[in-house]
């Protein structure tokens, strides 16, 4: 029988396990059960082979550690004892999955012997994320949790697990207490990148008997007892490298670039470029001669075909499309998605690799995997197919700043306009209002200076403060967040970063309309214009507040400043994010609705000739 480790031994071949696999972040709240994941981490940090961030609230944790893996582009851990601990990941890990971002979730628990005896803190943690994880393990009290570790990483990539599975049972033929210690395939996205859950159990003691930092203890327990088959110690951790910072020139394949030699045929054929779908959306569009609609948070709004206002022309042009072909996930529009609905247009949709967020057969499109295929099926534009989108933009453009140059005040479409504009490194988009005023007001340009992140996997309003801190602390570059006063004030807490903790270079800019803007564009709004349910509306939709947000800021020891014109906009905007600020902007939601209208028609007007 195989000797029982300690908890300290444990969670020390955890952690030489996490860093073996690329781990150079990790999030940590504070917690008992916890306790020899803690103290392990501390010995890998003075080791420098890790940084810790500690966050008191795990839903925050969570989302950190989620932004830290977008900034990144590496697996990053979130630590929590045991209890409700684990259910408060349970946002972010969904966020995670539709997304496909590489969190861990690693949650300690009590052992065996003490669930379903009414021991304090305890439930029933494995399998608690169901489909939302690519793989769960439960690793038993005493066990080496090495192999269940490593393979757990191999499932966050996207590797499919099945090939590995056996040989891992084999490997752990009798298991304590009847616990699987190999990781069990979940849902429906094996092959695709996502989150995993490993549940460490630990039994007493929880803490090292001499705590050096150097990973080892009275008893000589290293992080490095255990070794790969041909001698290579667990222990050993490959080069550290930076994180990846995502650039423009990507290495598509040549026939993205380049129409296929039989792509011959003339198509009124749009490029959609939803969230996620990179620079190659953008090549293929200029290759094909073909109009590009492309969502902020695509990396794909730039280039000469790009089309800015398209929601607002999908009306009058989008009758005249016949094809269309998408990248990434569109989620922002609903012409898009009516586009996209529609018998008469031919869709199709790249998918090179496994995604999380759509279940095959489950969409119209069809799905097309080689290049050569997706070439063929868009053919390229009719001469001056491009050219009429383009005009038709160019006008638009002309249009919206009329009417919003002779709006009183700012507005959050200026903002996102400005936002845009001016804002290098990283760019940070809430959910409701603030990315689709980018989407319309945004105007695409040539080379794109930001980097654009949103949590568009489930479009939450959560977590957006804590993910935008994590991507500015992965990217280690500095950091904008555009987002609505509610988004800010739901994840306000954030905010809190203990002494010593590495601070992010981030600015928080902040469309303050005290309340809920983004229902007086919907259908409630038209509802609320009845007198019998305006109350109703604004309470229930609305939301209103008193917040006051320059004393929040003061109280975490913020940087605020309250800007109240374009031109102070456009000068704070323009100097670089250096540390933590926020920007907040006083806005009239009242006036949204009718400044919608406003703009509709002008650019309706600005485009009537275009028609004809």
Known sequence: MTAQLSSMEAARLAVSALVWGGVRDVVI???SRSAPLAYALAEAETREELRLHV????RGAAFTALGLSLGSLRPVPVVTTSGTAVGELLPAVMEANHAG????VISADRPEEMRGTGANQTTVQP???GIHVRSAVDIPAGDDPTDAVRTSLLSAKGIPLAPLLEDLREMAATPSQGQPTAPTDLGPHQGAVGPVHINLPFRD????EQRDFTGQDDVGATATVAAEPGGRPTGDVPPKTEGREPGWTIDWPVSLVEPAVHATDERRTVVVAGHGAGAIAEAFARAHRLPLLAEPSSNARFGPNAIGPYRMLLGRFGTQVERAVVFGRPTLSRPVAALLAREDVQTALYQPEPVAWFEPGRRRERVISEPEDLSLFAGSGPDGWVQLWRRAAGAADVALIHVLDAEPGLTGLRVGRSVWLNTRGRLVLGSSNPIRDVDLAGTPIDIPDAFVHANRGLAGIDG??????GIALGARIGTRALMG???????AGSLLLGPGEPEPDLQIVVVNDSGGGIFSTLEHGKVGEQASYASAVERLFGTPHRADLASLAAGYGIQHRLVKDADELDTVLSEPVIGRSMVE???DRSRLRSLHAEVAAAIATATSELLR
């Open 585 to 587: 902007v006083r806005t």
């Open 485 to 491: 006063d509610l988004t800010f004030l739901h994840d």
């Open 101 to 104: 971002v590489e969190l861990l």
């Open 464 to 469: 957006t403060v804590a993910t935008a801190s």
């Open 55 to 58: 966050r008191i609230d795990e």
């Open 205 to 208: 003691p929880l803490f090292p």
């Open 127 to 129: 399998g608690l994320f």
């Open 29 to 31: 709240a504070p917690g």
